[in-house]
């Protein structure tokens, strides 16, 4: 079993920052790929950005693409979201999960162990 834990979510004024953690742990945690998601309220949970764990290639949606980084330290099994020049529309739950393996890296369907998210809200 993998427990995947995120942290760093919170309130912040439009323009600000904030670094999302997502620790994991497990004797059987061995990603693919890991990603992050989101989900406002009334919405479908979506793509963020995702990382390849052996070489770290990294991908985003259109809407983050240039203020949000993605990023992983391997020794410490966690990633991190790095969202810079933030806007309200960026406001929800944000959620980290392991794929194990290959194929879409959008699809909410392919990723195996989900965390319980981190609320980020940004004000106006």
């Known amino acids: 079993q993998v427990q995947l834990v995120e942290s760093g979510g919170g309130l912040v004024q439009a323009g600000g920052s904030l670094r999302l953690s997502c620790a994991a742990s497990g004797r059987t945690f061995s990603p693919n790929t890991m990603g992050w998601f989101r989900q406002a309220p009334g919405k479908e949970r979506e793509f963020v950005a995702a990382?390849?764990?052996?070489?770290?290639?990294?991908f985003y949606a259109d809407s983050v693409k240039g203020r949000f980084t993605i990023s992983r330290d391997s020794a410490k099994n966690t990633v991190y979201l790095q969202m810079n020049s933030l806007k309200p529309e960026d406001t929800a739950v944000y959620y980290c999960a392991e794929k194990r393996t290959s194929g879409s890296l959008q699809n909410v369907l392919g990723y195996d162990y989900w965390g319980q998210g981190t609320q980020v809200t940004v004000s106006s």
């Open positions: 990382i390849t764990w052996r070489a770290g290639s990294t």
